[in-house]
């Protein structure tokens, strides 16, 4: 039975991380239709940034300094530059792309291009079902749970929340309601970039950083998205978890090395028998 | 009348706005068109100032210059090592006089261009683009380099076509030396411009690791008091690591070893696919475990070996826990690692040493294989100049091919107190040839070479015991 | 048939090839034409200036990405399937071509044609199912069919027949002479341009305007949805083959990296820098692309760095591509200088 249980807890881990990047690009398709090619380097940048000064100023203050600063990139990046093009879909696909690059590329010129690691919060390792595991990965657990359930909660309850589920459901309407679109498409960054952030945070001292590496965030959140639906927080969830127990079924039962190929052959499949993902509106195209 | 005035004034204000703006455009039409046409002149016509860096000297003239390319990814650890180890060499050399060739002083002139091939997203006409412009452009006469199968295998075939020794410093696998002789498609006339000077090749290297084996089950069995004889492979799902496996599989068994799992990872796997891998090494009770790594992987294995602890002992190859930034970069999850390098700070030769302590003091790090090899490389092409007093490539490679086995150059190479090379061009190994040392991480961040019983080096160079995790070893 | 009917059949020809004949006659005379013209020539001049392997190298880089980001104009641009795994197509054409030549010693020609052919195919296979999906969901569809090919290449396990992460090597140019390369690179361009802006003009591209910009509509009208969307997917895949297999010669081999989304990325992005719809804006894109790429490649660190900022730069504030303000300004300019 142990098998069964180490699929079960590895891939919760993996999909709690997922679930709060996909989270994110899904909230920002619904309320403005854009597809957001630079959602990696909120990522990205939020773990650089950790990396870059715990050693001075502490892990905490590190922590918080990286997420203020990844909220105004957020911001910034939809008032420069996908603001003024909102119109233009590919042209976002492009600028959203190319900033994207440009924070690889500035990585690598004021950094270095290794991997590089930040101390766990807590070490050691514990044993659930039989299977061990390192602690951090129960803090990534904790930690991306209570955070999805805030996020569904202040989406459902407050009122940017409520504005958010306005305009994702009917543009046209919301706005003759006095809701302001623009606004809220940037609240609605701002919260995907917090939210990557925050999955960065938990989940960078287990795992690694590298320059490259927004681009695997990139493509397991649009995979997510889109499989479970854009636009829908539920479907990037079970998405999510779906993903996340693929791959640690095919670590366990197959094999490793197909461990990249399967998860994506699964949602192609789907794709095809349902083309708007498992809880895509009919209405969003 | 006023009014008309005014519209006369208006019209002619209007003629002379835009006769000034004509004149404007036709200015600015010439200018544009006489500044793309010097520009297109000057690239192709103007006698560059030349692009050869010279380490140690000052002022020389472009013909009196030993003219060397070094192809990597500049920006990355492989690239870098290139170009470190190749420009201390030629500071060296430079400060002590050049190279005597036919009464005249010539000295050693470095150029770099970037291939771009550490990149994870690799992008193969960087590679090929760089190795023309190296050539036609900057006028290398001999090129040092090579670290990436993929990119190299591009452009290789550009330095064969214009016929330039090519000395290799980062890439293992068999198929370049192939190229030279000995496999399907080899043509020696075409790649007979190919050596390696760094690492030896893969084979080798599954043979070093079978050996390391066969000491490390008898030692520690007799430590321990219990047979030792359960080992997992850990590798990286990539063409190179095929041979070895392919060589561990068949070889360990009869040495008494039984391989209890060989798991293959996707080079994207995650942290969490880590965890997994150790548990269900865990699970099989191996004690020993080999990784086969060149990528990322290494830090991801490290950090959940020290949370998970599980009990075995690490022994294999993971390239980028060669450099010593691996320490602070895994947060000391490295220790009990022991791990395949080629140098390290300890007699291999009698210039070891020396070099080890010249490079820190120049570079503020050890030399990772890279830095090693291309040292090496400068060295040997001024040696070959020297010796055969021509810079002509063929002479250079009839120089290289009369090394051999039994005739080997001695007290040469900071990697090995002989070197040699095979029919295929690639490099003699066993000591006092080509060897690979084992060194391994311990508690208090440093690295020690360890013993391999006299079997693949003596225990003169040994410079430290081997630790076993506190955790213990599976029974 | 009557030979009266012959006749008028000719005679239709006859007009026809006189009516592009006077097309293009007076396209040529247009500023548009001229400079198009100028810069042609300008091309087949550029080997009298330099025999130079490596500079010659930039333009035929910069010609095979134009024919790859043409291709991927035209399905965007016209049809409006924004695919984001064109490399499908070209990686798929570079490994056919490249397993011909080699293995198979076929010349060069046959095997890219053979690639290219191979590449319509797989334009078939992935239209089918594309059909299906549209906007966000037809992206991701192409780019992780895109994953799943380079995923297929790379896996160990598959190496005994797709030739594994180091793919396949050795392949020789198509001439050892650089000048000829060129040559033979920029027919290659041309005819692939000329072909697709002629079905961009034609009756067949009037169709797929419709398409991309109201499909319900089009549908409604009587046009057969299906027919023309596989087409569209069969004539971009059909170039971007072409552009695969003179990629794969061009690097001497392939390897599982050609199905990269960085390479369906480099065409979304030089046929955008260009402009969408226009086919010729694609080759701009690309020549802009690869010269500033080498243009910086004396500072590696740095010139990625300066690349993305430009990007940002020109997206942002011409996000319609530069090929129309820059013709726009030339235009003014010129005729200023004439003083018209």
Same mark, same amino acid.
């Not at chain 1, 960078?204 to 959140?221: E, F, T």
């Not at chain 2, 080890?356 to 001024?382: K, M, Q, R």
């Given at each position: 039975m142990v098998p069964i249980a180490e699929v079960i807890i590895f891939g919760t881990i993996e999909a709690s991380v997922y679930g709060l990047l996909a989270l994110g690009f899904s909230l920002v398709y619904g309320v403005g239709g854009i597809l957001n090619l630079s959602h990696g380097l909120f990522y990205l940048l939020t773990g650089y940034i950790i990396f870059w000064t715990y050693t001075t100023i502490g892990i905490v203050?590190?922590?918080?300094?990286?997420?203020?600063?990844?909220?105004?990139?957020?911001?910034?990046?939809?008032?420069?530059?996908?603001?003024?093009?909102?119109?233009?879909?590919?042209?976002?696909?492009?600028?959203?792309?190319?900033?994207?690059?440009?924070?690889?590329?500035?990585?690598?010129?004021?950094?270095?291009?290794?991997?590089?690691?930040?101390?766990?919060?807590?070490?050691?390792?514990?044993?659930?079902?039989?299977?061990?595991?390192?602690?951090?990965?129960?803090?990534?657990?904790?930690?991306?749970?209570?955070?999805?359930?805030?996020?569904?909660?202040?989406?459902?309850?407050?009122?940017?929340?409520?504005?958010?589920?306005?305009?994702?459901?009917?543009?046209?309407?919301?706005?003759?309601?006095?809701?302001?679109?623009?606004?809220?498409?940037?609240?609605?960054?701002?919260?995907?970039?917090?939210?990557?952030?925050?999955?960065?945070?938990?989940?960078?001292?287990?795992?690694?950083?590298?320059?490259?590496?927004?681009?695997?965030?990139?493509?397991?959140?649009?995979?997510?998205?889109?499989?479970?639906?854009?636009?829908?927080?539920?479907?990037?969830?079970?998405?999510?978890?779906?993903?996340?127990?693929?791959?640690?079924?095919?670590?366990?039962?197959?094999?490793?090395?197909?461990?990249?190929?399967?998860?994506?052959?699964?949602?192609?499949?789907?794709?095809?028998?349902?083309?708007?993902?498992?809880?895509?509106?009919?209405?969003?195209? | 009348m006023n009014k008309k005035l005014n519209y006369k004034i208006y019209r002619s204000d209007e003629n002379m706005e835009r006769s000034t703006k004509r004149i404007l455009a036709i200015v600015l039409v010439i200018a544009v068109a006489g500044a793309g046409l010097g520009i297109g002149l000057w690239f192709v016509f103007a006698p560059q100032e030349s692009i050869f860096e010279t380490p140690g000297v000052s002022g020389v003239s472009d013909d009196r210059l030993i003219k060397i390319g070094l192809l990597g990814g500049i920006t990355e650890i492989q690239g870098e090592g290139n170009y470190e180890g190749a420009w201390l060499a030629a500071y060296n050399i430079n400060q002590a006089g050049g190279v005597q060739v036919n009464g005249t002083t010539y000295y050693i002139g470095l150029v770099a261009e970037d291939t771009d091939e550490s990149n994870p997203v690799l992008d193969v006409t960087k590679g090929v683009s760089a190795a023309e412009k190296i050539i036609e452009v900057d006028g290398a006469e001999y090129i040092i380099g090579g670290f990436r199968t993929e990119a190299l295998k591009a452009y290789v075939e550009v330095v064969m076509d214009a016929k330039k020794l090519f000395l290799g410093t980062g890439a293992s696998t068999d198929y370049f030396c192939g190229n030279v002789y000995g496999e399907a498609y080899s043509s020696y006339t075409r790649y007979k411009y190919w050596f390696r000077t760094m690492p030896i090749n893969s084979s080798a290297l599954g043979g070093s690791q079978i050996t390391i084996m066969a000491y490390l089950g008898g030692y520690l069995s007799a430590v321990l008091a219990k047979p030792v004889t359960k080992v997992a492979i850990l590798r990286e799902a990539l063409d190179w690591t095929i041979p070895m496996a392919n060589a561990l599989n068949t070889y360990l068994p009869y040495y008494g070893f039984t391989i209890v799992a060989d798991i293959q990872y996707p080079i994207t796997a995650t942290a969490t696919d880590f965890a997994t891998y150790w548990n269900q090494i865990e699970g099989l009770d191996a004690q020993i475990t080999i990784p086969v790594i060149s990528a990322q992987g290494g830090l991801y294995m490290m950090s959940q070996y020290a949370a998970l602890q599980p009990q075995c002992l690490i022994?294999?190859?993971?390239?980028?826990?060669?450099?010593?930034? =691996? $320490?602070? !970069?895994?947060?000391?999850?490295?220790?009990? *690692?022991?791990?395949?390098?080629? /140098?390290?700070?300890?007699?291999?030769?009698?210039?070891?040493?020396? =070099? $080890?302590? !010249?490079?820190?003091?120049?570079?503020?790090? *050890?030399?990772?294989?890279?830095? /090693?090899?291309?040292?090496?490389?400068?060295?040997?092409?001024?040696?070959?100049?020297?010796?055969?007093?021509?810079?002509?490539?063929?002479?250079?490679?009839?120089?290289?091919?009369?090394?051999?086995?039994?005739s080997p150059m001695i007290g040469k190479s900071v990697t090995a107190s002989h070197i040699a090379w095979n029919p295929s061009h690639d490099l003699e190994v066993g000591w006092p040839f080509g060897t690979t040392l084992y060194c391994q991480w311990q508690a208090d961040g440093s690295k020690h070479v360890i013993t391999s019983g006299n079997l693949l080096y003596p225990d003169s160079i040994v410079t430290g015991p081997i630790s076993l995790p506190p955790w213990g070893i599976n029974d | 048939m009557s030979a009266k009917s012959l006749s008028k059949g000719k005679g239709r020809v006859k007009k026809k090839l006189s009516g592009s004949k006077s097309y293009?006659?007076?396209?040529?005379?247009?500023?548009?034409?001229?400079?198009?013209?100028?810069?042609?020539?300008?091309?087949?001049?550029?080997?009298?200036?330099?025999?130079?392997?490596?500079?010659?190298?930039?333009?035929?880089?910069?010609?095979?990405?134009?024919?790859?980001?043409?291709?991927?104009?035209?399905?965007?641009?016209?049809?409006?399937?924004?695919?984001?795994?064109?490399?499908?197509?070209?990686?798929?054409?570079?490994?056919?071509?490249?397993?011909?030549?080699?293995?198979?010693?076929?010349?060069?020609?046959?095997?890219?044609?053979?690639?290219?052919?191979?590449?319509?195919?797989?334009?078939?296979?992935?239209?089918?199912?594309?059909?299906?999906?549209?906007?966000?969901?037809?992206?991701?569809?192409?780019?992780?069919?895109?994953?799943?090919?380079?995923?297929?290449?790379?896996?160990?396990?598959?190496?005994?027949?797709?030739?594994?992460?180091?793919?396949?090597?050795?392949?020789?140019?198509?001439?050892?002479?650089?000048?000829?390369?060129?040559?033979?690179?920029?027919?290659?361009?041309?005819?692939?341009?000329?072909?697709?802006?002629?079905?961009?003009?034609?009756?067949?591209?009037?169709?797929?305007?419709?398409?991309?910009?109201?499909?319900?509509?089009?549908?409604?009208?009587?046009?057969?949805?299906?027919?023309?969307?596989?087409?569209?997917?069969?004539?971009?895949?059909?170039?971007?083959?072409?552009?695969?297999?003179?990629?794969?010669?061009?690097?001497?081999?392939?390897?599982?990296?050609?199905?990269?989304?960085?390479?369906?990325?480099?065409?979304?992005?030089?046929?955008?820098?260009?402009?969408?719809?226009?086919?010729?804006?694609?080759?701009?894109?690309?020549?802009?692309?690869?010269?500033?790429?080498?243009?910086?490649?004396?500072?590696?660190?740095?010139?990625?760095?300066?690349?993305?900022?430009?990007?940002?730069?020109?997206?942002?504030?011409?996000?319609?591509?530069?090929?129309?303000?820059?013709?726009?300004?030339?235009?003014?300019?010129?005729?200023?200088?004439?003083?018209?």
């Open positions: 203050w590190a922590v918080i300094l990286a997420l203020i600063i990844i909220i105004i990139v957020g911001g910034l990046s939809y008032l420069l530059l996908i603001k003024p093009l909102q119109e233009n879909h590919v042209a976002i696909l492009i600028i959203t792309f190319s900033l994207g690059f440009f924070v690889e590329q500035f990585i690598k010129v004021f950094g270095d291009a290794i991997p590089h690691t930040v101390p766990s919060f807590v070490g050691g390792a514990i044993t659930i079902l039989g299977v061990p595991f390192p602690s951090q990965f129960f803090v990534i657990l904790i930690g991306s749970f209570i955070v999805i359930a805030i996020t569904g909660l202040f989406i459902s309850k407050s009122k940017i929340g409520k504005s958010i589920r306005a305009i994702s459901q009917d543009r046209e309407a919301a706005m003759l309601m006095g809701i302001n679109a623009d606004r809220t498409l940037m609240y609605t960054v701002m919260i995907s970039a917090a939210l990557a952030g925050i999955a960065a945070v938990l989940y960078v001292p287990a795992s690694s950083i590298a320059p490259h590496m927004g681009w695997d965030v990139l493509s397991n959140s649009f995979a997510i998205v889109i499989f479970g639906g854009l636009g829908s927080l539920k479907g990037s969830v079970v998405g999510a978890f779906i993903l996340g127990y693929t791959r640690s079924f095919v670590n366990y039962f197959i094999d490793p090395a197909f461990s990249a190929l399967v998860p994506i052959v699964v949602i192609i499949l789907v794709l095809l028998i349902r083309p708007r993902g498992i809880f895509g509106k009919k209405e969003v195209y | 022994v294999g190859i993971d390239v980028q826990s060669q450099l010593d930034t =691996f $320490w602070t !970069d895994t947060s000391g999850d490295c220790k009990y *690692e022991t791990i395949m390098q080629s /140098v390290h700070r300890t007699n291999k030769s009698d210039l070891t040493i020396a =070099f $080890w302590d !010249d490079f820190v003091a120049t570079f503020d790090h *050890e030399p990772l294989y890279t830095a /090693v090899g291309a040292y090496d490389s400068v060295n040997l092409i001024a040696d070959g100049i020297n010796a055969t007093g021509s810079f002509k490539a063929q002479r250079l490679i009839t120089w290289l091919e009369s090394f051999t086995r039994s | 293009l006659l007076n396209w040529s005379k247009t500023f548009r034409g001229r400079l198009t013209i100028i810069c042609l020539i300008g091309l087949c001049l550029i080997p009298l200036l330099t025999q130079n392997r490596y500079y010659l190298g930039i333009f035929i880089t910069a010609m095979i990405f134009s024919i790859f980001a043409a291709s991927w104009d035209f399905l965007a641009g016209f049809t409006g399937q924004v695919s984001f795994g064109q490399a499908i197509f070209f990686g798929i054409s570079g490994y056919i071509t490249s397993y011909f030549i080699r293995y198979l010693y076929l010349p060069w020609w046959a095997s890219l044609l053979i690639g290219s052919l191979v590449g319509v195919a797989f334009g078939l296979l992935i239209g089918i199912p594309a059909l299906r999906l549209k906007g966000p969901y037809l992206g991701l569809a192409t780019m992780v069919l895109g994953l799943i090919m380079f995923y297929t290449f790379l896996n160990v396990k598959f190496e005994p027949w797709l030739g594994g992460s180091e793919g396949i090597s050795k392949i020789p140019q198509i001439s050892r002479n650089a000048v000829e390369t060129y040559y033979i690179h920029l027919i290659f361009m041309i005819t692939s341009f000329l072909i697709l802006i002629w079905i961009g003009k034609s009756k067949m591209g009037t169709v797929f305007k419709s398409i991309r910009d109201d499909d319900i509509g089009a549908e409604a009208s009587g046009i057969n949805l299906t027919k023309y969307k596989l087409i569209a997917f069969m004539i971009s895949a059909f170039f971007a083959g072409i552009a695969g297999g003179l990629f794969a010669m061009h690097n001497r081999g392939v390897n599982p990296g050609v199905f990269q989304p960085l390479y369906s990325f480099y065409a979304i992005v030089m046929a955008s820098l260009g402009g969408i719809a226009t086919i010729s804006g694609s080759a701009l894109g690309s020549y802009f692309f690869w010269f500033a790429a080498e243009l910086f490649s004396e500072w590696p660190d740095v010139s990625v760095f300066i690349f993305a900022i430009i990007l940002i730069l020109v997206i942002r504030f011409a996000e319609h591509g530069i090929l129309k303000p820059v013709l726009e300004r030339l235009k003014d300019i010129w005729d200023l200088v004439l003083g018209k």
